[in-house]
């Protein structure tokens, strides 16, 4: 059986966490997200999470190795599962490598990446909004924000390139009903 391994892509404040939600639950997915995990470790009080929050807390992305680390750990534990949501993960060019080789190991490529496409100052506003409920420091502060904007554009961003050239890349307007956007992904999905 071919898994149904999806990269839902985005910047922060795109609805990928959101998104995920009705994914896993149509398709019967496994939910990785590498923010979600780091927050456990936070509250944990682990030594990784130690690490992990002052840079969360400035909108800096947390070493390669670690989320790496975190990931294959998961898929391990999940070796039966129909397929994997990838959300937030890849982030920089060596997890999108790391992932490759891991999924090649086993045959089961990544089928699509699905872009979340936002504009800048929307993301701008949903994330101080979520900050004023969610308890989500890194959404408070709009320096932090901002900067987390940065290091997608710089170092997140430049992955379209990479699952384009495997012909996986499909971009998503992010903008208008959670439940229309949900529509858009399961079009593109197929
Ligand atoms: P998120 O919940 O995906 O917005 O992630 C919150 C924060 O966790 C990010 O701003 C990063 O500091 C860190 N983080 C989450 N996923 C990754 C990743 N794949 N690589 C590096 N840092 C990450």
Redesign the pocket.
């Known amino acids: 059986m071919i898994k149904l391994n999806l990269v839902l892509f985005g910047p922060?404040g795109a609805g990928?966490?959101t998104q995920s939600n009705f994914l896993i639950e149509r398709y019967g997915l496994v939910h990785l997200?590498?923010?979600?995990l780091?927050?456990a470790e936070i509250k944990a009080e682990s030594e990784l999470g130690l690490q992990?929050k002052t840079?969360?807390d400035r909108?800096?992305?947390?070493?390669?190795d670690i989320?790496i680390g975190m990931i294959r750990n998961k898929m391990e534990a999940h070796l039966d599962a129909k397929g994997f949501i990838f959300?937030?993960?890849?982030?920089?060019h060596a997890?999108a490598e790391a992932l490759d080789v891991m999924l090649d190991a086993k045959n089961e490529p990544i089928v699509a990446m699905l872009a979340l496409e936002v504009p800048e100052e929307e993301l701008v506003t949903r994330l101080l909004g979520r900050g004023a409920t969610s308890g989500r420091t890194?959404d408070q502060d709009e320096a932090v924000v901002r900067n987390?904007i940065r290091?997608y554009e710089k170092k997140t961003a430049p992955l379209k390139d990479f699952y384009s050239a495997q012909g996986k890349f499909k971009a998503i307007n992010g903008v208008g009903s959670i439940a229309d956007i949900t529509e858009r992904l399961v079009k593109a999905i197929g």
């Not at 997200?33 to 979600?36: A, F, K, R, Y």
């Not at 909108?59 to 390669?64: A, I, K, N, P, T």
């Open positions: 922060p990928k966490g997200s590498t923010g979600d780091l927050r992990a840079l969360m909108g800096e992305l947390v070493g390669d989320v959300d937030g993960f890849p982030r920089t997890q890194d987390r290091e």
